[in-house]
C-alpha cells in the first residue's frame, strides 16, 4: 500500500514520504501525517523474534513507502550501529515493577538519538529520490540537547552541512563543551549573544528569506532543517516501541496480544505521538499515559480539553520538557477532529493569536487512549532517589518524571498491566540533580567528579562521549552578534 501525506491545515497539500521529510514543515505551517496509519503486515510473535534493525525496516517501511527495500535498509545499517554503546539498541530493564525502555545509548546520551541517527541519511536518500542534487544544509538554533544529536547525526554524512546556533550564555557547561568540541568537517557550532529566541527568531528568518534562499541556490546549497515535526524524526520512534513490546514477548513477560500500558516523559509531544501511532497501527497499547513536568499544559489539557500556554514558564530540572507549546500536538488535534484540516487550522490560528483553544466534547471522547500526570521538582527527586533504595536503578530527572507519573496512575487505578516507561536520557547527562536528590552531600561537585561518584552508584560504566570531553579539543570558536547571524552563515559557507 502506497501512503501519501497530507498537511494538517491543507488536506489538497499531498506529497510522498521523501517529500515529506526534504519540506519538514508543510508551505502552510502546518505539519504532514500519512493519509491512513498503515497496520503491521508481520504478528507479534514474529517481531519477537527480531533485532532491533529488522524491527526497524519492518515497521519503517510500512510508513516510507516510496522508499525501496535497499534504500530503507540502507538508512537503518547506517544508524543503528556501533554509534550505539550496546547491540541491543534500546535495552529493555525491570527495575520497581515497571519496565524501562532505555533510549539513551546512542552517541549524546538521550533519546534525540534514535531519530537523530538515522534522519540524515533518510535526508540524503529523499534528495536522491527527487533528484535534488545541491548540497543540503542542516539550520537549527538549539537551548541545547537538539543541537549536539543533530550535529552528532549529520557530522561527515556526505552531501550535508549542519550549522548550529547555540545562545553563547544560555546553555550548561556539558553542553556547550559538547557542542564546541563536535567533530566532522561539515560540522560548525556558533555561539550568540542573545537568548534561544533570538537564535531561534533568525534561524526561521533565514529560512524564509527568499533572495537569501536564490543565492545559496546558485552556488548549489539548499537549507532543511532538522527540527522535531519531520516525519523523518517521527517514524523511526515508532520503531522502538513495537521494539519494546517484542522483548517483552521474547522474555516470556507477556503473550503476544496482552496488553500494556506506556508512560512518555513528555515536552514537545513528539516521543508520545509515536507511540500512538504505533498503537493505531496494531501494537497492544492500552492507555498512552503523558507525563508532564511542573509546566503541566498537557496535564491540564487531558483533564480539561483546553490548552492553554497563557502561564509563567517554569525552570525545572528536566529542562528537555520546559515546553508551553508542543508542536506535535497538532498531529492529534487533527485526528480528533475527524482529519478535518479546516477545523484544525482554525484551533491553530486560535493558538497563535490568543494563546489557548477548546476543543469540542465530541474530540474529547476519542481521547480516552490518554491519560495525563505531572510531576513537581520535588516529586522528581523523590523519585530518584526511591528507585536507587529500592532497586539500585538510577534515574536521569526526566524518566523520574514518569516513573513518578506511572506509580500515581497505578495507585489511582489499580491497573495493573505492564508497564513501558520510556527512558529519554542517561542519568549521566543531569548528573548534578541525580546525585543530589539521592544524597546531598553531592551538591556543588564539579561533573568529572560527579561521574565518578555516579559510576560508583549506578554500577553503570561512565560513557565514553562524558570521557570525551574531558580532553576533547575546542574546535569551534565562532561567537556573533544575534544581528549578525545571517552574514555568519555566508561567510561559513564560503559565499
Ligand atoms: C526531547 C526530550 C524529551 C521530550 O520529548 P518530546 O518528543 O519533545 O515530547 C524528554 N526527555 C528528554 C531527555 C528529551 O531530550
Excluded: W
Excluded at 378 to 387: G, H, N, P, T, W
Amino acid at each position: 500500500m502506497n501512503i501519501i501525506y497530507e498537511s494538517t491545515r491543507n488536506s489538497n497539500d499531498r506529497v510522498t514520504a521523501s517529500q515529506a521529510i526534504l519540506r519538514g514543515l508543510a508551505p502552510d505551517g502546518g505539519l504532514y501525517v500519512p493519509e491512513k496509519i498503515p497496520s503491521f503486515d508481520k504478528t507479534l510473535d514474529e517481531f519477537a523474534k527480531m533485532d532491533y534493525r529488522e524491527c526497524a525496516y519492518e515497521v519503517m517501511k510500512l510508513f516510507l513507502t516510496d522508499f525501496t527495500e535497499e534504500e530503507l535498509k540502507h538508512c537503518i545499517n547506517s544508524a543503528y550501529d556501533e554509534k550505539f554503546d550496546t547491540p541491543e539498541i534500546a535495552p529493555l530493564v525491570k527495575a520497581d515493577d515497571s519496565y524501562f525502555l532505555e533510549l539513551y545509548h546512542g552517541r549524546t546520551l538521550a533519546f534525540k538519538d534514535m531519530a537523530l541517527s538515522i534522519l540524515p541519511h533518510l535526508l540524503t536518500t529523499s534528495a536522491k529520490k527527487n533528484n535534488i542534487t545541491d548540497e543540503i544544509c542542516i539550520l537549527t538554533a538549539t537551548s541545547g540537547d537538539t543541537g549536539k544529536a543533530a550535529l552528532a547525526g549529520f557530522a561527515d554524512v556526505p552531501g550535508t552541512r549542519i550549522i548550529v546556533f547555540y545562545p553563547k550564555h544560555g546553555v550548561s557547561k556539558v553542553q556547550e563543551r559538547q557542542m564546541v568540541t563536535q567533530k566532522g568537517d561539515n560540522t560548525c557550532v556558533i555561539g550568540i549573544e542573545g537568548n534561544f529566541d533570538d537564535a531561534q527568531s533568525g534561524v526561521k528568518k533565514m529560512f524564509g528569506d527568499k533572495e537569501l534562499n536564490a543565492k545559496l541556490k546558485e552556488n548549489g546549497i539548499v537549507f532543511s532543517s532538522a527540527n522535531s515535526i519531520n516525519i523523518g524524526r517521527l517514524v523511526p520512534q515508532i520503531v522502538y516501541y513495537v521494539f519494546s513490546y517484542s522483548r517483552l514477548v521474547a522474555k516470556n513477560a507477556i503473550k503476544a496480544g496482552d496488553k500494556i500500558n506506556v508512560v512518555v516523559p513528555t515536552g514537545n509531544f513528539g516521543n508520545i505521538l509515536a507511540a500512538y501511532y504505533a498503537k493505531r497501527a496494531g501494537l497492544p497499547i492500552d492507555k498512552l499515559i503523558c507525563a508532564s513536568n511542573d509546566n503541566k499544559v498537557l496535564f491540564d489539557f487531558f483533564k480539561s480539553g483546553v490548552y492553554d500556554r497563557n502561564r509563567d514558564f517554569i525552570l525545572t530540572t528536566s529542562p528537555s520538557m520546559d515546553i508551553l507549546i508542543s508542536s506535535n500536538l497538532e498531529r492529534l488535534i487533527y485526528e480528533l477532529t475527524g482529519r478535518n484540516a479546516e477545523k484544525n487550522a482554525a484551533l491553530m490560528e486560535s493558538l497563535k493569536q490568543t494563546g489557548k483553544y477548546e476543543i469540542s466534547d465530541e474530540m474529547k471522547k476519542d481521547l480516552e487512549d490518554f491519560r495525563g500526570g505531572f510531576a513537581t521538582v520535588e516529586e522528581v527527586s523523590a523519585q530518584i532517589k526511591k528507585l536507587y533504595e529500592n532497586d539500585k536503578y538510577v534515574l536521569d530527572t526526566h524518566t523520574a518524571v514518569a516513573s513518578k507519573v506511572c506509580d500515581e496512575y497505578k495507585k489511582e487505578t489499580g491497573d495493573n498491566k505492564p508497564v513501558v516507561i520510556a527512558s529519554t536520557a542517561s542519568p549521566y547527562k543531569f548528573m548534578g540533580s541525580v546525585l543530589t536528590a539521592i544524597d546531598k552531600k553531592y551538591e556543588g561537585m564539579d561533573d568529572f567528579a560527579l561521574a565518578d561518584e555516579l559510576e560508583k552508584l549506578s554500577g553503570m560504566k561512565i560513557p565514553q562521549a562524558i570521557i570525551d570531553l574531558k580532553t576533547a579539543e575546542v574546535r569551534h570558536k565562532i561567537v556573533c552578534d544575534k544581528t549578525e547571524m545571517q552574514k555568519t552563515v555566508l561567510s561559513v559557507l564560503g559565499i
